[in-house]
C-alpha cells in the first residue's frame, strides 16, 4: 500500500549539545522553516505539515512541487523555508513574505516502491536521481549533503546565520514519527536581550507564546514569538 497524507510522520532527530566530526555520518544544515512531507501523485502535490494537516492552503505556491521530479509518484521530506537577503529567515516564513522554497533532503517512497528500510545513501541517491537539474521554477533545491566534517560545516552554518547542522547516521532507515538515534541535531545558540510585550493564547485557552521586542529607534519593535 503506498503510502498516504494524513497516515505518516516525518522521522526526528535527536539533539546534540556539541558539534562533533564522524566517519560514520553524513552532515546537512538544519532549516530554520516548517517540517513538511510532500506527497506527490502525479499533476498534484499536497504538502502536509508535521502534525499530519495539509497545509496546501497556507502554502499554494509549493502545489507544483511535482513538476520538479521526475517521477509520477513519490514521497519527499523536506522544509519550507522563506528566503531574504540570501538566506532562508523564519521571522520571513511566518510573515509570508520573502521566497518559498522546499529544501528536500530525504525520500519516503518513489512510483508505488516504499523506501523506509532502505539505507541512507541508498535514499539520497534516489533522491537525487529524482530531482530535475533543470527546475521550473526553484521552488525545489536539494540539501547539500557533506560527509565526516560536521564541526566545519556548524561553523560554516553559524556565520551564515542558519539554525544549525544535522548529523545522519550511515546505513540508518527511516523510521517516521520516531525521534531516532540516527539523526542527531547541534543548534546554533544565539542571545539577545528582549522584553516580553504581549502574549497569545493558545487553542485550548492556556498560554500559547509570548510576544518579544527591543529597543529600536526609540520604540518597542517586535522581533517574533517564543513558546
Given at each position: 500500500m503506498?503510502?498516504?497524507?494524513g497516515e505518516?510522520?516525518?522521522?526526528?532527530?535527536r539533539?546534540a549539545?556539541?558539534p562533533?566530526?564522524?566517519?560514520?555520518?553524513l552532515?546537512?544544515?538544519?532549516?530554520?522553516?516548517?517540517?513538511?512531507l510532500?506527497f506527490?501523485d502525479?499533476?498534484?502535490t499536497?504538502?502536509?505539515?508535521?502534525?499530519?494537516?495539509?497545509?496546501?492552503a497556507?502554502?499554494?505556491?509549493?502545489?507544483?512541487?511535482?513538476r520538479h521530479?521526475?517521477?509520477?509518484?513519490?514521497v519527499?521530506?523536506?522544509?519550507?523555508?522563506?528566503?531574504?537577503?540570501?538566506?532562508?529567515?523564519?521571522w520571513?516564513l511566518?510573515?509570508r513574505?520573502?521566497?518559498?522554497?522546499?529544501?528536500a533532503?530525504?525520500?519516503?517512497?518513489?512510483?508505488?516502491?516504499?523506501?523506509?528500510?532502505?539505507p541512507l545513501?541508498?535514499?539520497?541517491?534516489?533522491l537525487?536521481?529524482v530531482?530535475r537539474k533543470?527546475?521550473?521554477?526553484?521552488?525545489l533545491?536539494?540539501s547539500?549533503?557533506i560527509?565526516?566534517k560536521g564541526?566545519?560545516l556548524?561553523?560554516?552554518a553559524a556565520r551564515?546565520g542558519?539554525e544549525?547542522?544535522?548529523?545522519?547516521e550511515r546505513?540508518?532507515?527511516?523510521l517516521p514519527?520516531?525521534r531516532?538515534?540516527?539523526?542527531?541535531k547541534?543548534k546554533?545558540?544565539?542571545?539577545?536581550?528582549?522584553?516580553i510585550?504581549?502574549y497569545?493564547l493558545a487553542p485550548?485557552?492556556?498560554?500559547?507564546?509570548l510576544?518579544?521586542a527591543v529597543?529600536?529607534?526609540?520604540?518597542?519593535?517586535?522581533?517574533?514569538?517564543?513558546?
Amino acid at each position: 500500500m503506498p503510502l498516504r497524507p494524513g497516515e505518516v510522520r516525518p522521522m526526528l532527530a535527536r539533539a546534540a549539545p556539541f558539534p562533533f566530526d564522524s566517519p560514520r555520518h553524513l552532515f546537512e544544515p538544519k532549516w530554520d522553516g516548517y517540517r513538511c512531507l510532500a506527497f506527490v501523485d502525479g499533476e498534484v502535490t499536497h504538502p502536509q505539515g508535521r502534525n499530519l494537516r495539509d497545509i496546501t492552503a497556507e502554502f499554494p505556491d509549493l502545489g507544483g512541487l511535482h513538476r520538479h521530479l521526475r517521477a509520477r509518484q513519490a514521497v519527499v521530506d523536506g522544509e519550507i523555508t522563506a528566503w531574504e537577503g540570501g538566506r532562508p529567515s523564519f521571522w520571513a516564513l511566518q510573515a509570508r513574505s520573502g521566497r518559498l522554497i522546499f529544501v528536500a533532503f530525504d525520500i519516503l517512497e518513489l512510483e508505488g516502491c516504499e523506501l523506509l528500510d532502505r539505507p541512507l545513501e541508498e535514499r539520497r541517491k534516489a533522491l537525487e536521481e529524482v530531482v530535475r537539474k533543470d527546475p521550473p521554477d526553484g521552488r525545489l533545491v536539494l540539501s547539500p549533503v557533506i560527509p565526516e566534517k560536521g564541526r566545519e560545516l556548524f561553523g560554516q552554518a553559524a556565520r551564515l546565520g542558519l539554525e544549525g547542522v544535522v548529523a545522519k547516521e550511515r546505513g540508518s532507515p527511516y523510521l517516521p514519527g520516531q525521534r531516532s538515534r540516527h539523526w542527531i541535531k547541534v543548534k546554533v545558540r544565539r542571545t539577545a536581550d528582549c522584553v516580553i510585550v504581549g502574549y497569545r493564547l493558545a487553542p485550548g485557552g492556556g498560554l500559547g507564546s509570548l510576544a518579544l521586542a527591543v529597543p529600536r529607534d526609540g520604540e518597542w519593535q517586535v522581533v517574533g514569538h517564543v513558546g
